[in-house]
């Protein structure tokens, strides 16, 4: 779970539950203008929904798993983003 960071899954990593980036609210607002990256790559396994209340730039590798996405739309890349 996020609002402002970039989130990075590599390797043979595995995340179970999914992932959330949440809509800034409050005093983070003004810091939150800055687009989020999400990269999950190759080996990379998402169990769970990738679920993006605000903009993402969602990066996917061909040879990575996730679960459904609501609220982006994935960039496929094959090698390193």
């Known amino acids: 779970h996020t609002v ?10 595995r995340v179970e539950g999914g992932i959330l980036v ?3 609210s409050g005093w983070s607002r003004s810091r939150s203008s800055r687009v989020p990256h999400v990269t999950i790559g190759p080996g990379a396994v998402v169990q769970g929904t990738l679920e ?28 390193r983003p």
Request: proline share 5%; hydrophobic share 35%; glycine share 12%.
């Open 52 to 79: 993006f209340r605000r903009e993402v730039v969602l990066q996917v590798s061909d040879r990575a798993t996730i679960g459904p996405v609501i609220g982006a739309t994935p960039v496929k890349f094959s090698g």
């Open 4 to 13: 402002v960071g970039d989130i990075t899954i590599d390797g043979n990593s």
């Open 22 to 24: 949440d809509k800034s």
